[in-house]
């Protein structure tokens, strides 16, 4: 078994100390999620553990032949590469082989009858079934498929910022590593790539260490916890559900025991202030005990402030925003067609869909940030709108945070009617006073932009538009938000792919189907996947039977027009092959009712819905190879 060992792992910056004697061991086949507050330093930590130079200090033990494959929060590809080059950039042989024959595969599709291209794409096809590379070759055009990248000779340079972030995770993923260390890898994914990928690394034979916000897919992939507080690493047995069980408990327990050490303390500094002057044995005694509480509370955690978001509104009419005829074309690439909606006072509405089908867009045309076509989109007079858009907007990285802070205004009210200055703000968002004097280029990417949401928040908005506000943002600061948003008396529209996150937020949905094609769903996010994935299921079992159908009328049509017979071995196999696929239909069928069963949890939901998949793959096997041997019957 090999495993990875890290010891006495430090980090400072200036005077601020980010974790100190970090200790840790990763054994094959963990799954590891990493949770802490931004800026605690999970990103360094995992950067650490790749390039160990860039920490204080830190010891790294491992096999030499131990190999690691890091996907950074912000992938370094070569711009001018194609996206075939930048995925198979590895420096083994079969890496570089499959790297060359797409390539000669590129020229040759361009320009077939020429022979210096003809040989050479012959000879690196001979070097392929050499090599046995074409399983690689499968697998990874597989997982780029399900990452939704298709252009395999498009240049990185040409891609948008989520497309190169899919790339590098393909990059990563093909590594065959020992240990995949994957920084926020959810990110720029909708959902039907992060369910694969789910999947991926619950059965990935390596080790997996990981930060991410998307708490179900925390919950369904980690078989450990690891938080990053207090500057150490607390370990927790098991996934996200069992980290807050585990989590909870310790903090009651912490409380009640430091409760009664206080106590006790205060009656020992009572007990050392009456003067006793005798100095027996009991007494002695008492006295070093004292001294053992002073240093134990001393030296205790200090004591985290909860971050809170008691900002007040503004008040809302009942209209917000009416949506007439609305039409907006890029191109070919249709984004709104004679699309009308009314949005009132109150809505919660989750928007989703694929890739590139137009939800920025749509909140872009909604804030008036980008004209339409045709059609108009009427705003409430009292609407007050705060946009927290997916980059941050108009942050100088040279301003300190309190100046940025007090740029955007002098401070807003809470619920109780008070107002807080700027400094105040900060600190309910856990910016101490050290960190509110840093220079903003000083901060995590994810500081920024919990600043940038305070920035946002701190114009008393009582309309939100929410650009997938889960990307870069702890798991912390989106349980207060949600809570927030949940007590919210204004309008909330969010474009997110994050189920968790839409679950407890969004109380109907607009889905982008791409070209213009909107729409609407009064179910929740996970209810409304469960649904598309049952229709996908339903429609693939139809398109079996009618290809199961089409076979039978071809193999009727070859027993007439031709005499050529199976082997006696082909026939065996063939007259098995029907009653195989017939109880495959059976299994398929009993697991699509424990779906629908409304009594079966979560976990349960998608242990059925692995195993749907694996007998769906199965079923088509078995239909191609009867396929293939009935033409011969």
């Known amino acids: 078994m090999k495993t990875l060992n890290i010891t006495n792992a430090s980090k400072t910056f200036g005077e601020r100390t980010l974790f100190t004697d970090v200790t840790f061991t990763i054994n094959e086949g963990d799954r590891i999620g990493l949770l802490g507050l931004n800026g605690t330093g999970k990103t360094t930590l995992l950067d650490g553990i790749v390039h160990p130079n860039n920490l204080n200090t830190i010891e790294v033990d491992k096999p030499k032949d131990f190999k690691i494959s890091y996907l950074k929060q912000q992938p370094d590809l070569d711009a001018k590469s194609s996206v075939i080059d930048a995925v198979f950039n590895g420096s083994g042989e079969k890496f570089q082989l499959i790297r060359q024959y797409e390539n000669s595969l590129a020229k040759f599709n361009i320009n077939s009858t020429d022979k210096k291209i003809q040989n050479e794409f012959f000879k690196l096809q001979e070097k392929m079934n050499a090599a046995e590379a074409w399983q690689m070759e499968s697998d990874v055009k597989s997982i780029l498929n399900k990452l939704g990248i298709t252009e395999l000779d498009k240049k990185i340079g040409e891609l948008s910022g989520g497309q190169q972030r899919r790339v590098a995770l393909a990059q990563t993923l093909i590594s065959e590593a020992n240990l995949l260390i994957l920084d926020e890898p959810t990110n720029h994914l909708d959902y039907e790539a992060i369910d694969w990928l789910q999947t991926y690394l619950s059965k990935y034979k390596g080790s997996v260490l990981f930060v991410t916000h998307d708490r179900y897919f925390l919950n369904e992939v980690a078989t450990r916890i690891f938080e990053l507080e207090n500057r150490n690493v607390t370990e927790y047995d098991g996934n996200y559900e069992k980290y807050l069980q585990q989590k909870a408990a310790n903090e009651e327990i912490y409380a009640s025991v430091q409760h009664h050490k206080t106590q006790l303390y205060k009656q020992e500094l009572n007990w050392m202030r009456a003067g006793v002057k005798a100095r027996g044995t009991k007494q002695q005694a008492r006295k070093d005990r004292f001294t053992d509480l002073k240093e134990d509370l001393q030296n205790k955690p200090e004591a985290q402030k909860e971050m809170s978001i008691d900002i007040a509104q503004q008040r809302l009419g009942n209209d917000v925003f009416d949506i007439k005829d609305a039409s907006l074309k890029f191109g070919k690439h249709i984004i709104l067609k004679d699309f009308s909606y009314l949005v009132s006072r109150g809505d919660r509405i989750g928007i989703t869909g694929a890739n590139g089908s137009g939800k920025t867009t749509f ?35 040279d301003k300190r945070v309190i100046r940025y802070l007090e740029s955007i205004g002098q401070g807003a009210r809470n619920t109780d009617g008070n107002q807080m200055s700027a400094s105040q703000m900060l600190d309910t968002f856990k910016f101490d006073h050290q960190m509110q004097g840093s220079f903003i280029r000083e901060l995590s990417g994810g500081e920024k932009r919990r600043l940038y949401l305070l920035a946002i928040l701190m114009n008393q908005p009582n309309v939100l538009l929410l650009d997938e506000p889960t990307n870069n943002l702890d798991i912390e600061t989106l ?46 996010y996970s209810g409304y996947l ?26 009727e049509q070859k027993k007439t027009e031709t005499k050529k017979k199976l082997t006696y071995a082909e026939q065996i196999e063939f007259d098995k092959l029907e009653p195989k696929i017939e109880k495959l239909d059976d299994e398929i069928a009993s697991l699509k009712k424990e779906l629908n069963d409304a009594s079966n949890d979560y976990e349960k939901l998608m242990d059925f819905q692995r195993q749907l998949d694996e007998k769906n793959q199965e079923s088509d096997k078995l239909m191609d190879r009867w396929e293939y041997l009935g033409q011969f019957i």
Not at 373 to 391: A, F, N
């Open 363 to 397: 909140l872009n045309t909604i804030a008036h940030q980008l004209p339409l076509d045709s059609g108009e989109v009427k705003t409430g007079q009292t609407v007050r709108l705060g946009y927290y858009t997916q980059h941050t907007e108009d942050m100088d990285p």
């Open 479 to 524: 349980t207060i938000l949600e809570n927030y948003l949940t007590n919210f008396k204004g309008t909330v529209l969010a474009v997110s792919h994050d189920r968790y996150f839409l679950d407890k937020v969004a109380h109907k949905l607009l889905i982008f189907d791409g070209q213009g094609e909107i729409e609407e769903s009064y179910d929740s």
């Open 530 to 555: 469960k649904e598309a994935s049952e229709k996908k299921q339903a429609q693939h079992h139809e398109d079996k039977i009618q290809k199961h159908e089409e076979v039978k009328e071809k193999t």
